[in-house]
């Protein structure tokens, strides 16, 4: 007998196409696989997503830009009609999860949702807001300067060294024709000041924050979902083990650890935001402190998330679904080594770094993003998909050869540095 209420759907909310989103895939294999009967948006009948056996039913993807709350309102209750009652809603990408948000007090008698306290998902995942609330907390946190003019981002340069990060504070608002990317590793203050000349494209400040060297096993995440109030019902940390591109790519390889002081910091933060729903946040160790810096929250499930799946199968998804149906949430049964592979992403990177990916998947006891013995569809639609995505795009571009390995300019305050504050020079608004 499944543990979940298996009488209440489930419909999975993207805005951002992405025919190649891992996690959709999990979040339908892990409630199919409980019987709940799951909907998703797909972006076509042949994509990986729609050709899941768990899936219960395809809908078409929706052609509305995220910003567009009264649209994506519309598309919301139309499907609910279609569904014919009420489902768990489950955002899949920030800018479905900030939607549904807002949208909450009119999206409830068609769903059920967590209920967030008035603006804690956009706190959690604007990232200008972020390291405000990192520093009213105490939690690690690069430091980051937001400049207001192109005076200003010379000497956030000048102050935080270089290379630096950039990055957009609400990414889920840059155009898809923009040719921006959420962030960005700088080295040069022309390069900088051309980013910041992209701001009114971009939909939101940029960031320019301090680059925290990374290195192997500087990479870490915690997913968690959390109850009213932020009362952790079940959580996990990892530890990035592969990525893709090499060092500033997304988890290809990742590993299930403990890590008491990146759980707590989680948990202070969600308690802080009385948050109430699943959370995904990055964290980078500074190896000269040894303090966990909270880089980036996200207001829904990792893409990895099945990674923390206990022996039970239940996972952040699963415990949502417990939650808003009214059933208790188990306690968790960690399986620490247990290690997930995103196999699009993973090949690359274990072709990279050989023994490094020898090493990593050893004996371990694997959770994949898209093979499964009991839905082998879409495994080969992927692997279709993405090569000819490769063919079109050529593999160059698709997968490009990591980037030569390079020295910093120290990160530590410079004579530069202080002649700038001596001088008066323009500064940036601080976090």
Known sequence: ??????????????????????????????????????????????????????????????????????????????????????????????AGALAVAALADRLREAYLLPRLPPGAAEQAADKARLARLCRELGLAHPRTLVPDSQEAVTAAVRELGLPLIGKWSRPWRLPKDAGLRSAVVLTSADQARRLYGASARAGSRLLLQRRLPGGRDADWFFHGCFGAGGTPLYTG????????????????VGSWRENPQVAEAARRLAAHLGYHGIL???????????????????????????????????DVVRALHLDLTG???PAARPVPGRTFVAEHYGVPAVLSAPSRGAAVLRGRRLETAWFAADDPAPFAAMAGGWTARAARKGWDRLFPAPAPRRVPQALTPSPQRNRARESGEPRCTTW
């Open 327 to 329: 059933r208790p949430v």
């Open 237 to 252: 940390t990892g530890r990035k083990e592969l990525a893709w591109p090499v060092r500033a790519g997304a988890t290809a």
């Open 280 to 314: 995904d946040l990055d964290f980078r160790r500074d190896a000269r402190t040894g303090a966990y810096h909270l880089l980036d929250v996200n207001p829904r499930p990792g893409a990895q998330f099945r990674l923390f799946t206990d022996p039970s199968g239940l």
């Open 1 to 94: 007998m499944s543990p979940l209420d298996t009488r209440v759907p489930a419909l999975l909310l993207r805005l951002d196409r992405n025919p190649f989103h891992h996690g959709s895939l999990g979040a339908v294999r892990s409630l199919g696989r409980a019987g709940v009967a799951v909907h998703a948006f797909t972006e076509s009948p042949g994509g990986p997503l729609a050709r899941s056996r768990f899936l219960h039913r395809a809908h078409p993807f929706p052609a509305i830009p995220a910003a567009d709350t009264a649209a994506v309102e519309q598309l919301l209750l139309r499907t609910a009609d279609r569904i014919g009652r009420p489902a768990v809603l489950l955002p899949m990408d920030d």
